[in-house]
Every structure is written in C-alpha cells, then in structure tokens.
C-alpha cells in the first residue's frame, strides 16, 4: 500500500512537471515577439520608405517661375497653387505685366497672356502643352517695354495640348463657328465647344497674323496667339469650358500694328 502510494505521488509530480514544460513552450515565442517590435521601433526612419520621398513630391508641385521687377510669370502642376501658366502684377506702377510663351517646342506660333489687373493679382490660362517655354514680360499700353529670359518646363501638365502645326486656313473655318478677317490678310476663327481659337496668316507677306481677344467675360486679361510660320498657317489655343467674349484679328509688322478690325462682342 505504501508502494502505491509512492507511485501515485511520483506520477502527479511527473505530470505536473510536464504541465509546467508545455505551458512554457506555448508563451516561449512571445519574447521574440516582443524583441522584434523593439527592433522595429528601434529602426530609423526612412529605412523602407526614403525620407526624401515627400519632399520630392512637394518639389513636383512647387510652380517653376520667371520674374522680373513688376511680374511673376509661373508654370505649375494641377495639385501647385499656380496650375497651368500664370502673371502676376507684382508692382503697383502705370505698366502690366504679361506671359509670352511657346508650346511643345513649336517655334511658329507664340502666345502672350496680358494681366490687366491690378497689383497682386494672377491672370493665365490651365491648357499648356508637354513643354513649355515662357517668360515674363512688362508693358506700357501696346508697347512692350522690359522682358526677361526664357526658361522650359517638361511634363508638368496631366492633360498637355498637342502642337496643331498642320492647321490651313480653310479647315480653321470648317472647325470653327465664327470667324472675322483684316484686309492685311490675318484671320481668327473660334468654336465654343471645347472652345479653342485660331489665328491664320493669309498673305504671303512679311507680317504676321494676330488674334487678340477676352475670355469668359474678363476684361482684365487680354490673350494673344502670334502666327510666325508664314502664308497658309495656322496657330491654335484651346480654353475648355470658357466662352470666347470679345474678339478681333490683326495685322503687325513685329511690334507694330498695320491693320485690324475693331473688337467685335461674342
């Protein structure tokens, strides 16, 4: 009977010790869980995910600017706080500034955003091309007085204009719902659906062909598509959902105007 029961006490503390064990090698790995939370803690910022990384992001919405004493002219990205190209009067002085630019490398045809605001203000337009090659200019009236230099931006539009280089003439009007023309051979036809605007050179003549004309009802911001590629071409600008409100085409010998219409209302 003693022998029994000294065998019954050995096999309740075995099995308690075998308890014990399995107990301590379920909650064994936790340690090493813990262990690896501290090392993950522990590990410097930036290991998986470069710490440069917002601040390129912050760099890719940053607007690229050209200035001159009296304007700022800038290129910028969707998500910047200067989408698209924009001038901005910068001065309080009897001058306006004004952004004069070409798209996707095309030197034929150059476009001019005149700021008739005031000072602090931002005029410009959201459609710009893959590339983009502007710079700042000052005015005095119709005459340009101070200019700066040209920068190029690449890639900086979600939705770029294409080049229209290939453009007559003819099928400006076919595509357009208004045209008006100079006895000087320029011509500016527009449409108002996904509204864009034409300026055509219609002489074979050393001057070049202008449209000058207002969007959307502003008078303060006074646009401009300059056709240098010859007789037979045609320089194109797009505006979106924004009507066509007054509008004209001219003639110029460089700086100088020969011939025009006066402004007609759309």
């Known amino acids: 009977m003693a022998l029994r029961r000294i065998f019954v006490a050995a096999v309740v503390m075995a099995a308690t010790a075998a308890s014990a064990e399995g ?6 790995p936790r340690p090493a869980a813990q262990t690896a939370t501290v090392a993950e803690s522990a590990r410097p910022a930036g290991l998986d995910v470069p710490a440069v990384a917002p601040t390129t992001k912050t760099a890719e919405a940053e607007p690229v600017c050209a200035r001159l004493k009296g304007a700022e002219a800038c ?6 706080d200067r989408p698209g190209i924009t001038i901005e009067d910068t001065s309080d002085d009897r001058r306006h500034p004004a952004v004069e630019y070409y798209l996707n490398g095309y030197l034929g045809t150059k476009y001019v955003i005149h700021n008739l605001g005031r000072d602090g ?22 005459r340009r007085v101070k200019y700066g230099r040209w920068k ?40 108002e659906r996904n509204t864009h605007v034409y300026a055509c050179d219609t002489a074979a003549d050393e001057y070049q062909a202008r449209a000058e004309y ?15 590629a010859g007789v037979g071409t045609c320089g194109k600008a797009e505006h979106g959902d924004l009507s066509i409100s007054m509008y004209r085409a001219s003639v110029f010998d460089h700086g100088r105007r020969k011939a025009t219409r006066l402004y007609k209302y759309n």
């Open 121 to 142: 203000e931002v005029r410009g337009s959201r459609e710009i091309g893959r590339t983009v090659t502007f710079r700042a200019a000052l005015y005095q009236g119709d």
């Open 75 to 80: 290129v910028g990205p969707d998500g910047s």
């Open 214 to 228: 207002f969007v959307a009802g502003d008078p303060t911001a006074r646009f401009e598509i300059h056709q240098l």
């Open 23 to 28: 107990a301590a090698a379920r909650v064994a």
């Open 152 to 191: 190029t931006v690449r890639n900086v539009a979600k939705y770029p204009v294409n080049r229209d280089t290939r453009t007559t003439p003819a099928a400006a009007r076919a595509k357009s719902r208004v045209c008006t023309s100079t006895k000087g051979a320029a011509t500016t036809c527009f449409s």
